[in-house]
């Protein structure tokens, strides 16, 4: 498959659990990125990676921890959740630098209950 | 840190009239403004972009202006289709950070 995709595209779990969001892309960049898209906030930037390493943390609570493995590919490993985590998580991808577009997966619907 | 205001929150025109969404940034050193359009149940996608040493750029029906000295830039869609439905995300960029406004949904009356 071409372009960034996720998986899962859907996801339900307790806040007990543990459960990891994968993103892969295709298109031979070097930046990724996690956002959450939620009715409350329609694109909050999570996490960057730039060049696998870790260039910016949004404020983002410790029960989200994200892994940059690669260039390719990324996680968002999630433990100990809130309902109010509930929301759509899209990744995406770019070339590192100033001008270059983001390229968005498909996202995965997240439900805590 | 950077804030992105987008205004209006939601949009309705008849088809074929021009719409018009505006974006106002805080950090002067921001320098790429992107425009996203996402869709029903899809990922968003970039339709336009201006660089900051732009004062405008137009793509067949969409255009961008940039007023760097009041810091805000403006998405104008002409000739509006039903296909224009949806959600449009501006967003400004510094140092690859990008900081996305809240959204405008434009609905498209036939």
């Known amino acids: 498959e071409t372009g960034v995709t996720q998986t899962p595209r859907h996801l339900v779990m307790g806040m007990t659990n543990k459960k990891s969001l994968k993103c892969e892309q295709h298109?031979?960049?070097?930046?990724m990125y996690w956002y959450k898209q939620s009715a409350k906030k329609p694109l909050e930037l999570m996490f960057v990676y730039s060049l696998e390493e870790r260039v910016e943390n949004n404020s983002v609570p410790s029960r989200f921890s994200p892994e940059c493995p690669n260039s390719s590919h990324l996680f968002l490993h999630l433990h100990t959740l809130q309902p109010e985590d509930s929301a759509l998580y899209l990744c995406?991808?770019?070339?590192?630098?100033?001008?270059?577009?983001?390229?968005f997966g498909p996202g995965t619907r997240l439900t805590v209950l | 840190g950077e804030n992105v205001e987008q205004h209006p929150s939601t949009l309705s025109v008849q088809e074929g009239d021009s719409a018009v969404i505006k974006c106002t940034y805080s950090d002067s050193a921001s320098n790429y403004f992107p425009w996203y359009k996402q869709e029903l149940g899809k990922r968003p996608q970039l339709i336009i972009d201006?660089?900051?040493?732009?004062g405008e750029k137009k793509d067949q029906r969409i255009a961008v202006t940039l007023n760097k000295t009041a810091k805000h830039f403006s998405l104008h869609i002409t000739e509006t289709q039903p296909e224009d439905s949806a959600v449009y995300f501006c967003a400004a960029l510094n140092a690859g950070k990008s900081t996305f406004g809240d959204g405008t949904t434009l609905t498209v009356k036939p």
């Open positions: 995406a991808s770019s070339q590192v630098g100033s001008y270059n577009e983001q390229f």
């Open positions: 201006i660089r900051s040493n732009v």
């Open positions: 298109l031979g960049h070097n930046a």
